[in-house]
């Protein structure tokens, strides 16, 4: 069974940056092939940020966060990373990690109801 734990978030003023990480459990020797980060507002659903393929490099972001977000994994310690600059108040958001470990070839798009393993989440608040 695969699981996650998020960390890294926090507070940052907008044009700030923050680092989230998520670290996979350590019984597994690989990161899930399909990953992705979401993010979640009070009253609101998930909303997907970005994925990556950890077998292809292959990543995919929102236009909310394009060229502002940067995903990204290191192999070696099991860790998926996501790297915030230029923080925007309409940012906060609980962050979640998540996977897809169901799907063997192409990985889903950002849609939440595809991943199937989910972190607990991190806080992230941005002030103007």
């Known amino acids: 069974q695969v699981q996650l734990e998020e960390s890294g978030g926090g507070s940052a003023q907008a044009g700030g940056s923050l680092r989230l990480s998520c670290t996979a459990s350590?019984?597994?020797?690989?990161?899930?092939?399909?990953m992705a980060w979401f993010r979640q507002t009070p009253g609101e659903g998930r909303e997907g940020v970005a994925r990556?393929?950890?077998?292809?490099?292959?990543?995919f972001y929102d236009d909310s966060v394009e060229d502002r977000f940067t995903i990204s994994q290191d192999s070696a310690s099991n860790t998926l990373y996501l790297q915030m600059t230029n923080l925007k108040p309409e940012d906060t958001a609980m962050y979640y990690c998540?996977?897809?470990?169901?799907?063997?070839?192409?990985?889903?798009?950002?849609?939440?109801?595809?991943?199937?393993?989910w972190g607990q989440g991190t806080q992230v608040t941005v002030s103007s």
């Open positions: 998540a996977a897809a470990l169901e799907y063997d070839f192409n990985c889903p798009g950002l849609i939440a109801a595809a991943y199937n393993t």
């Open positions: 350590r019984y597994i020797s690989n990161l899930p092939r399909c």
């Open positions: 990556l393929s950890t077998t292809t490099g292959f990543t």
